[in-house]
């Protein structure tokens, strides 16, 4: 099924397209008339540029990365030499690694994509039917999506802002006191974790939305003609028929969301104290700002290992619902 | 799925409302403290209709934080990235499309696993060699760095999109003697030009947005702005309406894309399922 | 096309790598007349770059000034020393990495030596000087004149919290105001630390990579008087509430500026080079009512009044073509014996001048310099502000964490904190001297 917006699938084969006469049968080489397999030359040529690409600007990167995080290269030490595991170990025993940046991350994300799924979830389902404005609310709903997470954070950071933003105002306004929220971890936090979900529920929303137009319509009408309700029908017919979509998006955000960088680093680098400490926010300060490259390069490889693993055990699932479906 | 006619359940209809303007909210926020006068800036709703441009034109002139030139970098950067992605990513998508074998299988899992990695972590090194091989702060190292950020999804997108399209008429140009490469670029990239467009829609602002390859690679010779704002709240302190404006104006491609645009990217993450 | 098999393929990919390989191996571009400039915008450095295009003049070159925020400062340095381009002829040296850039440096014989020996000392390499200072930074205490008579000026802690109190009752905002950010604790932590006899390790005044390796890297963090200054600020801003609360969540020089100039704050710790743009009609709202003094001194303090400053100075990379770096030196030597570049430090923008001689006949001729003078590189206790190793930026950003942490706890937590921190320091700290 095509989901490409006014393209219909072509009936009737390349007769419509070839002029009469120029049509020539040529039954011994029609194995090769078609992509099929046996094409080796033409699939290496298409992907050699995106090879070459990512070689140069990703593998080779990450392999000089591997290379460093082994020697003492720093600016005190141009030279640098041979260091073992030294900076992995100073790495993994740097309190700022074990009790902020990696807790901080997973709490990111569990919460995060949590949020998000479950939230995207509801708003898929509830924009499923027809209402009066829908085109303009399926429209207005992709907005976030769109938006800088710099710009997300700059935005939050601004409502929340202790002295003038528009929540310590309000608050005020009902005679409350106004909460100091980039003052306490746990707020910190809490306002982050929000800036993101209204960053990516949209993203959500719109795959799943997506995912719920393409399901097939005979197990809803079963369920009607069977008198069920809409949560039960909601719960055992609409969320194990999306687990295939649910998953792929889950994935891929977590993996996005364990190297969150930009909405924590612009709204409190990292702060107060080391509350919001993420991974990425900790790589950035060993490698980039202490100037201190082979530990930098070490920390970036701990959590690239530690990523790549999952994403290795993942891959099964990944795989199948990408690939699984496609053989007919 | 049939989509089931509720007209009557107000309520579902009311919340519906809600959430969207509870999406709405922020930006709307944002707008408003950047079209008030200075001086109302922080008392953004109690202002009444007092209304001023003078925020835009004091972030546009702000001494030494160079908006105007950000912008106009991001954009060109943004562009010639995506251009550069389409171009190297549309064969890599229509060779997942079109083939089963190992190699298709191998290629889709080396691009799912250097997508696995996070970016910092061959960023780093990037920067490094960026010094080393002076690239660093130029538009030729940012421009091509961007482009391979992509490569992975824009390859999913592309095999979704030439999934859809007819395998007959590509056959059918093979069978009329086209070259492979003359049936790929004549047929099938006609094809996709809704995938195209939808790709390139969504790459041109992730371009725009990008922060953390902007933070390795570029410097003084380049500022774009989504570093300048990324160093407002630590280093501006107080100048909350110039902040407000510029990111208004940082959320004006955004805004034109949903606006104009919102069918190519419901097509495009739409089709990223599957099934 | 033709036909490619899984060698070609990956032959053609390991062409691609080395070709781009050798392209990076081509040598730097010829350098054009212009000499580039490495600075961040900075009122000093804005002065200094005129009187260099003045210079540059005369001596028949172009200068090209590119400024660069602080943030990017280091990356665009390095970027310098590592790589093939030339790009920077010319490069502001702050204190901070005085001795980290050293070996990247080209000995400075040529230009004239016109400041003091125990400033100077920190620049240099292998025995020989590698920079040209231009202007010693030193932190004061700003004050409104309007809200704080003259002999009411307060010279301890105890003093700085009355006068603050009093200065809130007639009407201003906040008593105190400094940033506490990274990289900001000068203006908070680190002054009324050094006044009160407490440093970040032991033993007190311990700068140089050596001394602090030789005294094993020990923190002094959790000292009595380190704690008892962190719990004056904390007190400061819950007890007498004479600072605002946002100096708990990393408030940066820039919001002491703003509030400053707005009239918010009484007291503003700062450093001396922000007295002309305070005292500037067009952007300061109190322009006409700004003073200065020196730091008070708290209880624990044994040596009198403290004052610091160090060297910011002009330094040229070694990875320049000959000619060029020796058209920089004459560039560079010409400013420093150009005395009126120096006067204009003080006169236009409120520094010290690096070159002693200037000093002198400032000292003699400008009243509000004398005093200037006295309560900085003149006074009883005279300090460093820059730990010069290279892991300094880390612990400053760890210690401006833990000082987060700890202001914005419970008063009790504060000593828990700072043993954390010294554990932290512990591990962290220590590198090897070159």
């Not at chain 1, 072509?10 to 090769?32: E, F, K, N, S």
């Not at chain 3, 203006?187 to 009324?192: A, D, G, N, V």
Request: proline share 6%; with cysteine.
């Amino acid at each position: 099924m095509s989901t490409v917006p006014g393209v219909p699938p072509v009936a009737g084969g390349h007769a419509a397209r070839v002029a009469p006469g120029r049509v020539t049968v040529r039954p011994r080489t029609r194995r090769a008339l078609s992509w099929l397999d046996r094409d080796t030359p033409f699939q290496y040529q298409l992907i050699l540029l995106p090879a070459l690409v990512m070689l140069l600007f990703e593998i080779l990167p990450i392999v000089h990365g591997i290379v460093i995080s082994f020697t003492s290269f720093t600016i005190w030490n141009p030279e640098g030499g041979f260091a073992g595991f030294r900076n992995y170990v100073r790495v993994l025993e740097n309190p700022l690694f074990y009790r902020y940046a990696l807790p901080n991350t997973f709490i990111f994300l569990g919460l995060a994509v949590g949020i998000e799924v479950s939230l995207g979830l509801g708003v898929a389902v509830l924009i499923n039917r027809r209402f009066p404005g829908q085109r303009i609310v399926k429209t207005l709903l992709i907005l976030p999506l769109l938006v800088a997470p710099v710009v997300a954070g700059l935005m939050f950071y601004w409502m929340f802002h202790a002295e003038f933003g528009l929540v310590n105002q309000l608050l005020a306004s009902l005679g409350l006191p106004g909460v100091l929220w980039f003052n306490r971890p746990a707020t910190a936090f809490g306002v982050i974790i929000l800036a993101d979900v209204w960053t990516w529920t949209p993203w959500f929303i719109l795959i799943i939305y997506a995912g719920l137009q393409s399901l097939p319509p005979e197990p809803f009408e079963a369920a009607r003609i069977d008198g069920a309700g809409p949560w039960s029908t909601f719960r055992l017919i609409t969320v194990p028929l999306l687990y295939p979509v649910l998953s792929i998006v889950v994935l891929i955000r977590s993996f996005d969301a364990f190297r969150v960088f930009d909405i924590v680093w612009t709204m409190t680098g990292g702060g107060p104290g080391n509350a919001t400490e993420t991974f990425g926010t900790f790589v950035y300060r060993i490698g980039y700002l202490t100037v201190n490259w082979s530990e930098g390069a070490a920390a970036a490889m701990v959590g690239a290992v530690m990523i790549m693993v999952v994403g290795i055990l993942v891959y099964g699932t990944f795989a199948r619902v990408v690939w699984g479906k496609q053989e007919s | 799925m049939k989509t089931r006619r509720r007209w009557g359940n107000a309520f579902l209809v009311a919340l519906i409302y809600v959430v969207t303007l509870a999406f709405l909210f922020p930006v709307l926020y944002l707008a408003l403290t950047a079209f008030r006068p200075p001086k109302d800036v922080f008392s953004v709703l109690g202002a009444g209709l007092s209304f001023s441009f003078a925020n835009f034109r004091d972030a546009l002139g702000w001494q030494g934080v160079r908006i105007t030139e950000a912008f106009v970098n991001s954009a060109i950067i943004a562009t010639t990235s995506t251009v550069l992605s389409l171009v190297v990513t549309l064969p890599s998508g229509f060779m997942l499309a079109r083939y089963r074998n190992r190699l298709a299988r191998s290629w889709f899992f080396v691009i799912y696993i250097v997508r696995t990695i996070p970016y910092i972590s061959w960023l780093l090194p990037l920067f490094l060699l960026s010094q080393r091989f002076g690239f660093h702060d130029t538009y030729t190292g940012i421009i091509a760095a961007q482009a391979a950020f992509h490569i992975t999804f824009y390859s999913w997108i592309f095999k979704g999109f030439f999934e859809g399209t007819s395998k007959e008429l590509e056959e059918a140009a093979l069978v009329d003697g086209c070259a492979r490469w003359g049936a790929f670029v004549r047929i099938s990239v006609p094809l996709a030009i809704p995938g195209i467009m939808a790709a390139g829609i969504l790459g041109w602002i992730w371009g725009w947005n990008e922060l953390l390859l902007v933070l390795f690679l570029t410097s003084d010779h380049i500022p774009m702005y989504s570093k300048t704002i990324s160093t407002f709240i630590t280093e501006m302190g107080v100048e909350w309406g110039r902040m407000a404006a510029t990111g208004v104006m940082a959320m004006l491609p955004a805004v034109i894309v949903t606006a104009f645009c919102h069918r190519y990217i419901v097509a495009g993450l739409g089709g990223l399922h599957r099934r | 096309m033709t036909n490619l098999d899984r060698r070609t393929f990956l032959a053609t990919l390991g062409a691609g790598v080395a070709g781009t390989a050798a392209l990076g191996a081509l040598p730097a571009t010829a350098q054009g007349k212009a000499l580039t400039v490495a600075y961040m915008p900075h009122p000093i450095l804005n002065s200094q770059i005129e009187w260099m295009r003045k210079g540059a003049t005369q001596t028949g070159v172009d200068i090209d000034a590119p400024a660069i925020a602080y943030v990017d400062y280091v990356q665009a340095m390095t970027a310098q020393f590592l790589g093939p381009r030339n790009r920077y002829q010319i490069i502001w040296n702050n204190d901070d990495w005085g001795q980290l850039f050293g070996p990247f440096l080209d000995p400075l014989d040529e230009v004239k030596q016109a400041w003091a020996e125990d400033r100077a000392w920190m620049m240099r390499w292998s025995g020989k000087p590698t920079a040209a200072p231009a202007v010693l930074t030193a932190g004061v205490t700003f004050y409104r004149k309007d809200l704080v008579a003259e002999n009411e000026l307060p010279k301890t802690f105890d003093e700085m919290v009355e006068a603050a109190k009093k200065a809130q009752a007639k009407g201003v905002k906040w008593g105190i105001m400094g940033g506490s950010g990274f990289p900001h604790l000068w203006f908070t932590l680190l002054w009324s630390l050094w006044s009160n006899n407490a440093d970040l390790f032991k033993p007190f005044g311990a700068r140089s990579w050596q001394q602090l390796e030789r005294g094993g890297w020990t923190p002094g963090v959790t000292e009595k008087e380190f704690v008892d200054t962190v719990t004056w600020w904390w007190d400061a801003i819950h007890t007498h509430k004479i600072a605002p609360p946002a100096i708990a969540s990393g408030a940066s020089r820039t919001d002491t500026d703003a509030m400053f100039m707005n009239g918010d704050v009484a007291f503003a710790f700062q450093d001396s080079t922000l007295l002309q743009t305070y005292r500037n009609k067009e952007k300061s709202k109190v322009a006409d009512n700004v003073g200065f003094t020196g730091f008070p001194t708290g209880p624990h303090n044994k040596k009198g009044r403290m004052g610091w400053a160090d060297n910011w100075s002009w330094s040229v990379p070694k990875n320049n073509p000959a000619d060029t770096k020796k058209k920089a030196k004459q560039l560079l030597n010409w400013l420093a014996s150009n005395k009126d570049a120096q006067k204009e430090v003080w006169t236009k923008v409120g520094g010290i001048p690096s070159s002693v001689e200037v000093q002198k006949e400032l000292i003699r001729t400008d009243p509000e310099y004398k005093r200037l003078h006295e309560l900085t590189v003149g006074a009883p206790q005279a300090m460093h502000s820059a730990y010069y190793w290279p892991l300094w930026p880390e612990i400053h950003s760890l210690t401006s964490k833990a000082f987060t942490q700890a202001l914005t706890g419970p008063k009790e937590k504060i000593f828990e904190v700072m043993t954390a921190l010294a554990r932290d320091f512990k591990l962290r700290a220590p590198v090897p001297a070159r």
